[in-house]
T-cell receptor, first 112, second 112 residues
Framework: NAGVTQTPKFQVLKTGQSMTLQCAQD?????MSWYRQDPGMGLRLIHY???????DQGEVPNGYNVSRSTTEDFPLRLLSAAPSQTSVYFC???????????FGEGSWLTVV | AQSVSQHNHHVILSEAASLELGCNYS??????LFWYVQYPGQHLQLLLK??????LVKGIKGFEAEFIKSKFSFNLRKPSVQWSDTAEYFC??????????FGAGTRLTVKP
């Protein structure tokens, strides 16, 4: 039972570098999303997808891109990393937005 | 968009004490309500959820929450906490749209 798998778990980037956080789920969930978790601010929705080929912005989308070419995968791209993007990132999936969300184990990203 | 407020940022209790964590949301329509828990070093897991029906919802590990529509609240309770309940607790609200909003979280520390 893999569930939601994220990689890498830890990453250090220099300002201006780009990178992709990978996310895959094996539960055939239509809905996938990316959140960032910052102290005192809880989880904030970055981008989400309601199915293959469909993505939309969440609460804090600036500086991030996503794509959904398959049901299973939902990568998050940082275009030009900034120190403000230092955070813990969680990928999540569910059958629908009213249903239970299953989270990945998180990716700790530091931008220096 | 809906928003979620968690009143307590950090709660410290002794074992066997009773727990109540506050959660209020701002949305006038039908909502789905959730409490998630994040144990140290782990990802978020569902504690309990409310979709409809009995406003008193029972979850795992002896937790329960009461939905009070008139107060826009969904407070989490446990009669007697244990050291193993030390974690961060997040309230979340989905208003039937493609958006799940989380509160800022409440850190619970239980002293043995």
């Amino acid at each position: 039972n893999a569930g939601v798998t994220q990689t890498p778990k830890f990453q250090v980037l220099k300002t201006g570098q780009s990178m992709t956080l990978q996310c895959a789920q094996d539960m055939n969930h239509e809905y996938m999303s990316w959140y960032r978790q910052d102290p005192g601010m809880g989880l904030r929705l970055i981008h989400y997808s309601v199915g293959a080929g469909i993505t939309d912005q969440g609460e804090v989308p600036n500086g991030y891109n996503v794509s959904r070419s398959t049901t299973e995968d939902f990568p998050l791209r940082l275009l030009s990393a900034a120190p403000s993007q230092t955070s813990v990132y969680f990928c999540a999936s569910s059958y629908g937005w009213g249903n239970t969300i299953y989270f990945g184990e998180g990716s700790w990203l530091t931008v220096v | 968009a809906q928003s979620v407020s968690q009143h307590n940022h950090h709660v410290i209790l002794s074992e066997a004490a009773s727990l109540e964590l506050g959660c209020n949301y701002s949305y006038g329509g039908t909502v789905n309500l959730f409490w998630y828990v994040q144990y140290p070093g782990q990802h978020l897991q569902l504690l309990l959820k409310y979709f409809s029906g009995d406003p008193l919802v029972k979850g795992i590990k002896g937790f329960e929450a009461e939905f009070i529509k008139s107060k826009f609240s969904f407070n989490l309770r446990k009669p007697s906490v244990q050291w193993s309940d030390t974690a961060e607790y997040f309230c979340a609200v989905n208003a039937g749209n493609n958006d799940m909003r989380f509160g800022a979280g409440t850190r619970l520390t239980v002293k043995p």
